[in-house]
Nanobody
Framework: QVQLVESGGGLVQAGGSLRLSCAASGSIFNIDVMGWFRQAPGEQREWVGDINSGGSKNYADSVKGRFTISRGNAENTMYLQMNSLKPEDTAVYYC????????????WGQGTQVTVSS
C-alpha cells in the first residue's frame, strides 16, 4: 500500500549535522502522522519525533532542541534535520507513517544508518 524510503544517512563527526529524507509513495492519501524512529545495536527501537498533517510536531526529550522534523515542498516527503550530533545518536533511523484514525504506525521504511564519531 505505502512505501517509505529513507535516505541521507552517513558518517558524521560529533557536533556536526545531517539531514535525513523520507519519501512516501503508493496509497498515501490517508496518511496523517509521519514520524522518525531509531534503533541502536542491542537496543529497543526509540521514537524520535513526529509531525502530523496539520504541522504539529513532537520530539523525544533526547533530541529536543537539536533535531527538527519538517515536511518538504512535496507533501509526500519528510525530513529530519539533525544538529549538534552526539555519538549516542548513532543508530539506524527509520521513517514511519500512520493513517488517519490510527493509534499506531502502519508503515515503515527500510532504515538508514547514521554514525556519529567522537
Amino acid at each position: 500500500q505505502v512505501q517509505l524510503v529513507e535516505s541521507g544517512g552517513g558518517l558524521v563527526q560529533a557536533g556536526g549535522s545531517l539531514r535525513l529524507s523520507c519519501a512516501a509513495s503508493g496509497s498515501i492519501f490517508n496518511i496523517d502522522v509521519m514520524g522518525w524512529f531509531r534503533q541502536a545495536p542491542g537496543e529497543q527501537r526509540e521514537w524520535v519525533g513526529d509531525i502530523n498533517s496539520g504541522g504539529s510536531k513532537n520530539y523525544a526529550d533526547s533530541v529536543k532542541g537539536r533535531f527538527t522534523i519538517s515536511r518538504g515542498n512535496a507533501e509526500n516527503t519528510m525530513y529530519l534535520q539533525m544538529n549538534s550530533l552526539k555519538p549516542e545518536d548513532t543508530a539506524v533511523y527509520y521513517c514511519a507513517a500512520s493513517d488517519y484514525g490510527s493509534r499506531a504506525y502502519d508503515y515503515w521504511g527500510q532504515g538508514t544508518q547514521v554514525t556519529v564519531s567522537s
